[in-house]
């Protein structure tokens, strides 16, 4: 017998359901599909660091044009305006308002900066371990 089929037949469950009220109960406090993977698409922007900064620059920074955000997060003016189409397309910026040909982008709501600040309040207090990124 292969390791392999030795994790999995240690991992299968040998009865369904353990706990039958248990399982109704998280089942009814489910959120709908769409909404679940609506969160999910917040967390896969929330993955790409270079996206990050320009959310704490936008976090530290109130409202902030393009040229700006490049500078503070230290990316290119082109890679933080894709970075921002992005954000905005998925309402975690928007733009509230236009000085001439500028656009000014700031934290779509108090939902986004919560959950950003939460984000790093995590990241500053616990210490994940990589072993992807260890050599």
Same mark, same amino acid.
């Given at each position: 017998?292969?390791?392999?089929?030795?994790?999995?037949?240690?991992?299968?469950?040998?009865?369904? =359901? =353990?706990?039958?009220?248990?399982?109704?109960? =998280?089942?009814?406090?489910?959120?709908?599909?769409?909404?679940?993977?609506?969160?999910?698409?917040?967390?896969?922007?929330?993955?790409?660091?270079?996206?990050?900064?320009?959310? =704490?620059?936008?976090?530290?920074?109130?409202?902030?044009?393009?040229?700006?955000?490049?500078?503070?997060?230290?990316?290119?003016?082109?890679?933080?305006?894709?970075?921002?189409?992005?954000?905005?397309?998925?309402?975690?910026?928007?733009?509230?308002?236009?000085?001439?040909?500028?656009?000014?982008?700031?934290?779509?709501?108090?939902?986004?900066?919560?959950?950003?600040?939460?984000?790093?309040?995590?990241?500053?207090?616990?210490?994940?371990?990589?072993?992807?990124?260890?050599?």
């Amino acid at each position: 017998m292969s390791e392999r089929s030795d994790i999995s037949d240690f991992d299968a469950c040998l009865v369904r =359901v =353990v706990d039958r009220e248990r399982v109704a109960a =998280v089942q009814s406090a489910m959120p709908a599909s769409e909404h679940v993977e609506q969160v999910a698409d917040v967390f896969a922007l929330l993955g790409d660091p270079n996206r990050v900064r320009l959310l =704490v620059a936008l976090l530290e920074g109130g409202e902030m044009c393009v040229c700006d955000l490049a500078a503070a997060s230290g990316m290119s003016e082109s890679a933080a305006s894709h970075a921002i189409r992005w954000l905005r397309a998925h309402r975690i910026v928007s733009a509230p308002r236009r000085q001439g040909r500028m656009m000014y982008y700031r934290l779509d709501d108090a939902h986004v900066r919560v959950l950003l600040d939460i984000a790093l309040t995590h990241a500053q207090h616990t210490q994940a371990m990589h072993p992807e990124r260890d050599s």
